[in-house]
């Protein structure tokens, strides 16, 4: 992409190039791991040992983080760099925690660490 193609990007547009080049990049980091698994189990069998390995013990990536992550992202979209509005922090944690995702806890937690003053 050029100087000029870039600064044409709309913010939407911006979002997608970015959430298309995280998902790439997630999937680079799988195929590795499926080489890196596939040869450290091919010389424990070689070796007659039993400690296997799969993909995602290579990838670095744990699921708590990407989970919270993507938390991190809503909110920063809904509320950009401001605070929750006055009053309203209870219901938008009620909300989210009833998708079932995530426990009251760790929504008001995050809510805290992001918004401090709400």
Known sequence: MSLPEFGQL??????????????????????????????HNLAVAKAGGNSWRGPLDYVGVAAEEDKFAELRQNLIALFGNKNAPEGKA?????????????????????????????
Do not use: C, H, N, W
């Not at 709309?10 to 698994?37: C, D, N, W």
């Open 10 to 39: 709309t913010p939407g547009m911006f979002a997608a190039l970015r959430k298309r080049r995280l998902v790439e990049f997630r999937y680079q980091k799988y195929l590795e791991g499926i080489g890196a698994s596939t040869a």
């Open 90 to 118: 209870e219901f938008f944690i009620d909300r989210i925690v009833s998708g079932g995702r995530y426990t009251k806890e760790e929504v008001t937690s995050l809510f805290e660490e992001m918004f401090p003053e709400s």
